[in-house]
């Protein structure tokens, strides 16, 4: 009977959170990892706005990223989709000379970006009357026919990729801004573009992607945040999103917008681990930034909407930014589209069910097109050779150096530490054949080969963002 009412009780909060079409923000940090918030156990950083926030609704501890760098993740965040789906796995990037080189980068000048078949969560959401909008990083292609402008979003300002990359400028729409970027007051230039977002869109519905360039290197702070933090400039750093977090939520209660409002924090993937103290920590998880390891791909999330998700409440489900594309459009009264597979799933149910679970049977770990791993349940498994006769190398190792296939108990052991291989032939044998499913889904990833259903023509990995 508990049960059943708290199903009634769903029904009914999410029928009139989509009737009245919430505003959605997500706020998308670059490089933070794991254990860069406070309330995921930062001790050195200070983050009230985003401990505040998770005490007034739901941390998600199992929350995952569609790749374990930039562009990938923002692949899976705007289509729903595994990032090698839309073609983004190797050959994205480009080598000094202009030839193609594999890798999932996407530098100045690259011919490459997120290809006009693609549909995206903003153009879904635009096709339901929201106004759309993106400050920040966008990522997906320099060139002006993959601008912002062109998938979906209404309304842009921001930088076309990291910020150790160059040119480096601002864009308003397809324009360039002829204002020089002062890195040390970026994030307040991005808040000062987001807070005019949603004071113009007021009357809503709306949806505001805002995806910061911070804590991603080259580090910079304002003057009110430099040199504060224990942690050094990356504290600093990470601090001043924090504040940036707190503005963004101070003027939705403002503007009595925030029952109205959805907001989601999250970041695009684990922290920089190479950078030293300019990167960030994602303990207790294994790894960071560039692995398919768990602190590379899981990431802080804190889901906000006083009087819809209750406060102060946890969610261990996983969840991924690949479900933002179904939930949204749930959200909205719209669908996702019908004619391709969309990957992530609508979660709902976890933001306000204590006793939801994962809609995620099995979940995979992708780098550009190596398929590293996958999860079901608690359980891990990392395979050595994707069962495709080639060896896994880690990246940042010797290429002697092979990666032994694993199993690992991530409830038990989430730094993945112990393998349990021994133990469990069967959850073994369940795993390769996961991994199997995908290969027949996803094509033969480690040679390249495309997907191969209809909805895939034009978008293979040689013809990436050419019409």
């Known amino acids: 009977m508990r049960h059943y009412l708290l199903l009634c009780a769903f029904l009914i909060a999410s029928a009139a959170v989509a009737q009245d079409n919430p505003n959605i923000v997500v706020i998308f940090a670059d490089d933070l990892g794991y254990a860069d918030v406070g309330c995921f156990g930062a001790t050195e950083i200070a983050t009230p706005h985003l401990d505040r926030m998770a005490r007034e609704g739901r941390r998600f501890t199992d929350f995952y990223v569609g790749g374990p760098t930039c562009t990938p993740s923002r692949v899976a965040l705007l289509t729903g989709c595994y990032p ?24 100045a000048n690259s011919p490459y970006g997120l290809h006009p078949d693609e549909i995206t969560v903003a153009e879904v959401l635009r096709d339901a009357s929201y106004a759309t909008g993106l400050v920040g990083k966008w990522h997906l292609g320099d060139a ?16 076309h990729y990291s910020n150790d990359m160059k040119p480096y400028y601002y864009l308003r729409g397809t324009e360039r801004v002829e204002e020089p970027i002062d890195r040390d007051h970026q994030i307040r230039r ?15 519905p709306f949806f505001l992607f805002f ?40 003027a939705l209660r403002e503007l009595d917008l925030d029952e109205r409002t959805l907001v989601i924090f999250t970041s695009d993937n684990g922290p920089w681990l190479v950078r030293g103290e300019h990167g960030g920590s994602a303990t207790p998880l294994r790894a960071g930034k560039g692995t398919t390891y768990e602190g590379g791909v899981r990431v802080p ?88 006769n080639q060896d896994i190398y880690w990246r940042n190792a010797p290429t002697s150096v092979k990666i032994p296939p694993a199993l690992y108990h991530l409830e038990r052991d989430p730094g993945e530490q112990k393998s349990v291989m021994q133990d469990h032939p069967d959850i073994v044998e369940r795993m390769r054949g996961y991994l199997k499913e995908a290969r027949a889904d996803l094509g033969d990833a480690l040679r390249g080969v495309p997907p191969t259903n209809a909805r895939r023509i034009g978008r293979r990995n040689d013809t990436i963002g050419q019409p």
């Open 84 to 107: 090698v789906r839309a073609g983004f796995g190797d050959g994205v990037s480009q080598r000094p000379d202009g030839s193609p080189a594999p890798g999932r980068v996407l530098y």
């Open 144 to 159: 002006p026919e993959f601008n912002p402008v062109h998938h979906g979003f209404d309304e842009y300002f921001g930088v």
């Open 190 to 204: 991005y808040t000062e573009e987001a807070l005019a977002f949603i004071r113009k869109h007021r009357d809503g």
């Open 211 to 250: 995806a910061h360039t911070m804590p991603h290197t080259p580090l910079a702070a304002s003057e009110e945040f430099r040199s504060k933090s224990p942690r050094g400039l990356y504290g600093d750093a990470v601090s001043e999103v924090d504040w940036s977090v707190g503005q963004v939520l101070g």
């Open 301 to 388: 999330c804190i889901m906000w909407q006083p009087g819809t998700i209750p406060a102060g409440t946890v969610c261990r489900a996983v969840a991924a930014t690949m479900d933002f594309m179904p939930t949204f459009a749930a959200l909205a009264g719209t669908q996702p589209p019908t004619d391709r597979t969309i990957d992530g799933h609508d979660i709902r149910p976890l933001l306000v069910d204590d006793d939801a679970k994962s809609p995620w049977d099995v979940l995979y770990y992708f780098f550009g097109n190596e398929l590293h791993a996958v999860r079901s349940g608690p359980w891990k498994f990392r395979a050595q050779n994707n069962l495709f």
